[in-house]
């Protein structure tokens, strides 16, 4: 291990202590085209070297590939890691269905085979990754409890929830960290989910904290750059206009990024950061990478400090931003706001 680790926080009231960035590790099976396996094995290597240590995945990304591809690391550093996985969004033989279930049974049946698949007998953060209003939150908070209380799961997580379904489920069973998206393209969370994280001391994990790869700068050109399998061809912030648009809205970040001798990823991640210590929360974002080299550079950003200035030039962006951050926003907390 290195001696210039990154700081630690505490992932919600009396949980494990993890690095204040985490990896998302979605990218490595599936959505951003081919992966080089040996390169991703060493992204995951050197992200715990630097003091990353909270590893995200879910059952969903690449239907079980990414828990499978995770469970010789998870092996070999089961006592240095958290370990976080998912349930809750199902897919079938139909590549473009996506389907949400909550109920109790599929809990019981989602939680044996991530286990299964990771090779391990807990999971530190279990994700109810979508919600389904059609079922009870109680009732499936209550059945991922019974996990914690059975030993097979050791916190418990939500992912795209409002306050109010928030305060409900902790009123269940206290939950650890909640997992929605946050950068400085999406702050629909800063409606109620923030302010109630905070209030009962919830960590926050801000998942596409560089706004899928688009605050890093990177797509100029109206998305010329996406590769074939690449998600992000249908995303609406990525395509024709709107990328055009939201690409200009970048020119702060540039700026702000040179006046630092950073790069604008470690701008965003700094300023998702910052932003949530502001309201008094622990978080722990978990940009995704395959690539060491990315890897450094956004677990360097956790040692940038943005002014004043400069978070108050940063702050219109998202209300310019064009496009939702998915075609199909309906499984979101914004949608239930």
């Known amino acids: 291990m290195t001696d210039n680790r990154i700081a630690t926080t505490e992932l919600g009231n009396g949980g494990p202590r993890v690095g204040v960035q985490g990896l998302g590790c979605m990218g490595i099976s599936e959505f951003y085209g081919d992966t080089d396996e040996f390169a991703a094995r060493d992204t995951l290597e050197a992200a715990l070297e630097a003091g990353v240590t909270l590893f995200d995945t879910a059952d969903v990304y690449g239907r079980g590939a990414n828990e499978e591809f995770l469970a010789p690391f998870v092996g070999a550093h089961r006592d240095e890691i958290t370990l976080a996985t998912k349930f809750g969004i199902e897919r079938t033989d139909d590549p473009v269905y996506r389907g949400v279930r909550n109920d109790p049974a599929y809990i019981g049946q989602a939680v044996e085979a991530s286990l299964r698949r990771l090779n391990t007998e807990v999971i530190d953060v ?41 305060r409900e489920a902790h009123a269940v069973h206290p939950i650890a960290a909640l997992q929605s998206e946050w950068s400085l393209f999406s702050r629909d969370v800063e409606v109620s989910a923030v302010g109630a994280a905070a209030e009962l001391g919830v960590a926050f994990v801000p998942y596409s904290p560089l706004g899928r790869g688009f605050l890093t700068g990177a797509f100029a050109d109206a998305g010329k750059e996406l590769t074939d399998g690449d998600f992000r061809q249908a995303q609406p912030r990525f395509t024709g206009e709107n990328a055009r648009k939201n690409a200009a809205l970048l020119e702060p970040v540039h700026r702000i990024a040179a006046a630092h001798g950073a790069t604008a990823a470690q701008v965003a991640l700094a300023w998702v950061q910052q932003r949530a210590g502001a309201h008094g929360l622990s978080v722990v974002p978990i940009p995704g990478t395959r690539k060491r080299s990315r890897l450094l550079e956004n677990v360097a950003a956790t040692r940038l400090t943005l002014t004043a200035e400069e978070l108050a030039a940063l702050e219109p962006i998202a209300g310019q931003v064009a496009g939702d951050r998915y075609p199909d926003m309906s499984s979101t907390s914004a949608a239930r706001e």
Do not use: F, N
């Not at 019974?146 to 109010?164: C, D, H, I, N, P």
């Open 126 to 166: 279990y994700y109810m990754h979508r919600r389904d209003p059609l079922v009870p939150l109680a009732e499936s908070v209550g059945a991922m409890a019974e996990l914690v209380r059975q030993g097979k799961v050791r916190e418990l997580g939500l992912s795209e929830v409002t306050g109010a379904e928030l």
